[in-house]
């Protein structure tokens, strides 16, 4: 505080000043609204403009939770949000790490082979969605034409609710295995050469050398891909919007909150608009992801002590 | 010493051999792990080539096979019949607007957090921290926009991405690697705050600069949800939902549909081939502690 070194008095307000533009956009658009969301779960607000608002108390939560075929519909949508997170989150994690070693090591055209893999980080929902519509088409796409040479056909996307949202899943991971990739690349470039030519002096094999060197010395990139992915896939749902749409029986929360709160059917009820029963459905997300971030967030500071010291 | 590496030698050479041997596998293996994943990933791409080229009763035939002549025809279906140019134009309007409004103000954010040149500095860098876990705000974030008057209106839309807590953190963080002394020795010639930022932090930060803003200029053009929610004048759409436009009533129609994605892609995968370094370290920063 001392060290300010552009003047005194009026002059001293100049970083306040110039802070408060970009301080107010962050609470009036995003602190702001993340926060009223949880006032707006005990109303009836619409999103019709000139509707009045009213305070509905616990209301929303009882339908969400308790009422009837309806709330049995949002545990499905909780129960596909945590199978969806899980598979992904594993999943991702561990090819991230195979294929970060995998183009970390000395060999011709790996610089190639990374571009390859991060590449639709960038393209975005709409495109990765359009582009494996194409590949996944059932009458005689890429993937069927592969499939029906050992007799086995699939309507892909449009199959069984399981089968559309495993392929989401295999879509999910393979838009964005470039960033988790990237982050494990980035963790074992700052592994010092010499602790493998130790190990190998030593004679490790080369699986010792993975459980002794890199894995306690990647813990910085593992926790950061861990906390990301997890809390990344517990939110996301674009693609659920651009692959198979709005279909009974395959939203997760993220979705739901969406299709209530603007204005498309979800479940077996029907509704329009309905903003203070899609925040109540906002903050049963963000439980979740509290209360499986946070102990995961705990956990992973503790190894981090215990394992770098 | 020569007699006794002579007397070794073929041992030796029989080591180095089945060495050899095992690292040549290793690598094999590798590649054709690689080559594995790469046609995962690059295969929809070629499918999306090869259909944008086909003609649809081509297609109908045999999705996979070659086309039989080069066809552009789609292209210029897509092109025209698309309104492509309209809601590119309004991307990159929209992408613009947005991202330089936010590097400034993310900057005069971040110096001060970085430098503790404000009380609480610790507290506010927290405040953009905890951004992560922080829930959906899309339910206030549309009343609000909805009283503010600002519903289906492009201002309204740019303000929503004058906002990303990461960036702010990335350049926290970037701002501490300028020395102190830099400060003082400006201060001492009698340069004022703003201009200090403005004409000396400025230039010195431009790689996190650009990482920081390639990372926002993305999000914002890949954007689907919030046009969707916010814009309902076809004039106002950006690509992305142009694209959703499009794909409802051209579904059925792949060669057309692939042509109208391979021209919405080109112009990101052109910018990311060019960009790839800042974008790689804009989504890693942070991921190892220095």
């Not at chain 1, 709005?246 to 209530?260: K, M």
Request: positive net charge; contains cysteine.
């Amino acid at each position: 505080m001392n060290n300010y070194h552009f003047g005194r008095g009026r002059a001293r307000l100049a970083p306040y000043l110039l802070l408060l533009p970009g301080f107010l956009f962050y609470v009036v658009i995003m602190l702001g609204p993340a926060i009223a969301t949880g006032a707006y779960s005990f109303t009836d607000a619409s999103g019709i403009q000139g509707t009045t608002v009213n305070w509905i108390g616990l209301e929303n939560y009882r339908e969400f939770l308790f009422m009837g075929q309806a709330s049995l519909d949002n545990y499905a949508a909780l129960w596909r949000t945590l199978i969806f997170a899980f598979s992904v989150t594993s999943i991702q994690f561990t090819l991230g790490l195979i294929l970060a070693m995998l183009v970390n090591q000395r060999l011709k055209g790996v610089n190639v082979f990374r571009t390859i893999f991060f590449m639709p980080v960038i393209l975005g929902a709409v495109i990765q969605g359009l582009i494996w519509s194409l590949f996944l088409y059932p009458l005689g796409g890429p993937l069927a034409s592969l499939l029906g040479v050992f007799g086995v056909r699939s309507e892909f996307l449009g199959g069984q609710p399981s089968e559309a949202i495993a392929w989401v899943i295999f879509v999910q991971i393979w838009a964005n295995l470039g960033v988790t990739m990237m982050i494990f690349i980035a963790g074992l470039q700052t592994i010092p050469e010499d602790l493998y030519e130790g190990a190998r002096m030593d004679g490790a094999n080369a699986w010792q050398m993975f459980r002794n060197v890199t894995w306690p010395l990647l813990t910085p990139s593992v926790n950061t891909n861990l906390l990301l992915n997890i809390i990344g896939s517990l939110q996301a749902w674009q693609l659920f919007l651009v692959l198979l749409g709005y279909r009974n029986g395959t939203q997760v929360l993220g979705y739901l909150i969406f299709a209530q709160g603007f204005g498309q059917t979800s479940g077996s009820v029907t509704s329009a608009f309905r903003q203070g029963y899609a925040a109540s459905a906002s903050i049963v997300l963000f439980c979740l992801v509290l209360v499986i971030g946070l102990p995961v967030q705990y956990y992973l500071q503790r190894r981090e002590k215990r394992v770098l010291g | 010493m020569s007699t006794a590496t002579t007397t070794k030698a073929p041992e030796l050479r029989e080591q180095r051999q089945s060495l050899l041997r095992r690292i040549a596998w290793g690598r094999v293996g590798a590649y054709a792990l690689l080559g594995f994943f790469a046609v995962i990933y690059l295969g929809p791409l070629l499918m999306l080539v090869n259909t944008s080229l086909k003609t649809m009763p081509d297609f109908m035939k045999s999705a996979t096979a070659l086309p039989t002549s080069l066809n552009f025809q789609n292209f210029v279906e897509a092109w025209t019949k698309a309104n492509f140019l309209r809601y590119m134009t309004n991307t990159l309007l929209y992408t613009v607007a947005a991202t330089s409004i936010y590097i400034v103000t993310a900057v005069f954010v971040a110096f001060p957090i970085s430098r503790g040149y404000i009380k609480g500095a610790g507290w506010l860098l927290t405040l953009y921290v905890i951004a992560l876990f922080l829930p959906v705000a899309l339910i206030p974030q549309f009343q609000l926009i909805l009283n503010l008057g600002l519903y289906n209106n492009p201002f309204g839309y740019v303000m929503l991405f004058l906002v990303n807590p990461i960036g702010v953190v990335i350049l926290v963080n970037y701002i501490k690697t300028l020395p102190l002394e830099l400060d003082e020795a400006a201060a001492m010639d009698g340069c004022g705050y703003f201009r200090f930022v403005t004409m000396i932090v400025f230039p010195l930060i431009q790689p996190a600069i650009a990482t920081v803003a390639v990372l926002h200029a993305i999000g914002i053009w890949n954007e689907l949800i919030l046009p969707t929610i916010y814009l309902t004048n076809k004039d106002y759409y950006p690509i992305t939902r142009g694209m959703i436009v499009f794909q409802g009533v051209y579904g059925s129609n792949w060669p057309t549909l692939a042509a109208a994605v391979l021209i919405m892609t080109l112009p990101m995968l052109i910018l990311f081939l060019v960009l790839q370094r800042y974008i790689v370290s804009g989504l890693t920063a942070g991921a190892v502690k220095g």
